[in-house]
């Protein structure tokens, strides 16, 4: 079993680092969720009907992507939470109502990142 994971994560894609059992691996996963945009200016009731579909639609896409990565992080021990956006929180929102909230042991909001960036900080993390 992968004991520690450290998980960089927006709205469109996540990158797993798992480590533990002297191994280290990464998994890549995409949402597949198109970008989020509401638009301002004069709405009917129609127009806001519509805008209140497509929340829907994002907030059930965005779920289901949650589902993915938890299904990905679920048997480790701890879980490093990191990223530019409001994902890294909305995920954590998740894991605690699924019972999963004392494996993680620190959130915190960085930059866009490489694969190699995600790793280091990972491992910088976990002082491996």
């Not at 949402?31 to 129609?46: D, I, L, Q």
């Not at 992080?73 to 409001?86: H, K, Q, R």
């Not at 995920?91 to 605690?96: A, F, G, M, R, T």
Request: aromatic letters at 8%; hydrophobic letters at 35%; proline letters at 1%.
């Amino acid at each position: 079993m992968k004991k520690q994971v450290g998980l960089w994560i927006d709205h469109k894609e996540a990158f797993v680092v798992f480590n533990g059992e002297g191994a280290e691996a990464m998994r890549h996963i995409e949402s597949g969720v198109e970008k989020h945009v509401r638009f301002s200016g004069r709405h009917t009731a129609e127009d806001g009907s519509a805008d209140d579909q497509r929340d829907r639609q994002f907030a059930s896409h965005l779920s289901k992507y949650y589902d993915k990565v938890i299904a990905q992080i679920c048997e480790a021990e701890s879980v490093f939470l990191f990223g530019p956006g409001e994902a890294k929180g909305e995920l954590k929102k998740q894991l605690v109502a699924r019972g999963l909230g004392e494996r993680i042991v620190g959130v915190e909001t960085t930059d866009k990142l490489t694969e190699n960036q995600i790793t280091a900080k990972v491992r910088l993390h976990y002082q491996l």
